[in-house]
């Protein structure tokens, strides 16, 4: 029994018109009609991929995981209840809501909702972007991937290791503790950000063409406030990325060229080169965080580290987009 996917996530918003805008018009996806106080967007073939409900808080609703075969759900809900944690079954009404056939509720250490799902639903209308791009890189690598604010990194390891078998993919101790986690061959669709606060950092998309990153990236621009992190590449996944403001302030990450991992042989490691090989100014950051993070970066540089040759392979890609 394992996790396959990140499958979709749901946030909460007052300000639907905003979120309307911004994950249509800037992130390119599509915008499904559910009526009522929630909207809905798909990314591919999925019904749907992310959901915003208009409720308070401005955070993080859910993460939805998917597993591989029903009895998956039985399986984790007997690991979690053993483990002291309380498991509540989706009844048909939810499943309906999430496009699922059956999922399990429960809750992280910390208080965030996870639901664990089998069977997602695809459309047979073609996904139709909210403006013109080649596409996401979604199938088996899953939505993108999600990062926690926690209060304590450490404390939760047990939860996302032990309990729902995330592999450990590489981690980093300054100038803040960073976990990230595969549950597939993306480098990492999870990520616990130390950061001693609790709450929804960003979630990432990643793009097919790169010029769909840099299309979108001049359109932030336009928004003052909107570009949260400049463009930059990171040094563990090798994603090239802006990270924009959400309308509930935690950011989106806008990527392109991931890292492919085989998760069969791939061995966790600590990592010492700051999180990107360039770029990604976090410009809401205070000065001395960003003077530090800056130091990282002008010696990564220094020391000639970047992205090795191989993420350019075609056959990969043919490989993973399963086109
Ligand atoms: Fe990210």
Not at 24 to 27: A, E, S, Y
Not at 43 to 48: A, P, S
Not at 184 to 188: D, L, P, V
Not at 272 to 286: A, I, K, Q
């Given at each position: 029994m394992a996790i396959t996917a990140l499958g979709y996530l749901g946030v909460r918003s007052d300000t639907l018109d905003d979120w309307s805008g911004f994950a249509?018009?800037?992130?390119g996806m599509q915008q499904v009609d559910r009526g009522g106080k929630t909207l809905a967007f798909r990314?591919?073939?999925?019904?749907?991929r992310l959901v915003v409900a208009q409720?308070?808080?401005?955070?993080?609703a859910f993460m939805g995981w998917e597993v591989a075969a029903k009895s998956d759900l039985e399986s984790f809900a007997a690991r979690l209840e053993n483990a002291g944690i309380k498991v509540t079954w989706g009844g048909r009404e939810l499943a309906d809501q999430r496009f699922v056939e059956a999922l399990i509720v429960f809750e992280d250490p910390d208080g965030n909702r996870i639901e664990l799902a089998w069977n997602p639903m695809t459309d047979s209308d073609p996904f139709t972007p909210?403006?013109?791009?080649?596409?996401?890189?979604?199938?088996?690598?899953?939505l993108g991937h999600a990062v926690l604010h926690v209060r304590d990194a450490q404390a939760l390891l047990p939860f996302y290791?032990?309990?729902?078998g995330f592999g450990v993919s590489d981690y980093g101790l300054t100038p803040y503790p960073l976990y990230f986690f595969h549950v597939?061959?993306?480098?990492?669709s999870f990520a616990m950000l130390g950061s001693s606060q609790a709450g929804f950092h960003h979630f990432m998309v990643e793009y097919k063409n790169l010029d769909d990153v840099g299309q979108g990236y001049d359109l932030a621009q336009?928004?003052?406030?909107?570009?949260?992190?400049t463009l930059g590449r990171h040094t563990n996944d090798y994603m090239t990325s802006f990270y924009a403001a959400s309308p509930s302030g935690f950011f989106v990450e806008n990527g392109w060229g991931g890292r492919i991992i085989d998760p069969e042989s791939w061995e966790a490691h600590e990592t010492?080169?700051?999180?990107?090989?360039?770029?990604?100014?976090?410009?809401?950051?205070?000065e001395k965080t960003r003077t530090r993070l800056r130091e990282m970066r002008l010696d990564a540089a220094a020391r000639g580290l970047r992205t090795p040759p191989?993420?350019?392979?075609p056959w990969l890609y043919s490989e993973i987009t399963c086109e």
């Open positions: 249509g018009k800037l992130l990314m591919d073939d999925r019904k749907q409720e308070p808080g401005n955070s993080l909210g403006r013109p791009i080649s596409g996401f890189m979604t199938g088996p690598l899953g290791r032990d309990l729902l597939n061959g993306r480098h990492h336009l928004e003052e406030g909107r570009v949260a992190f010492f080169d700051g999180p990107s090989f360039w770029g990604h100014e976090r410009l809401c950051l205070p191989m993420i350019d392979c």
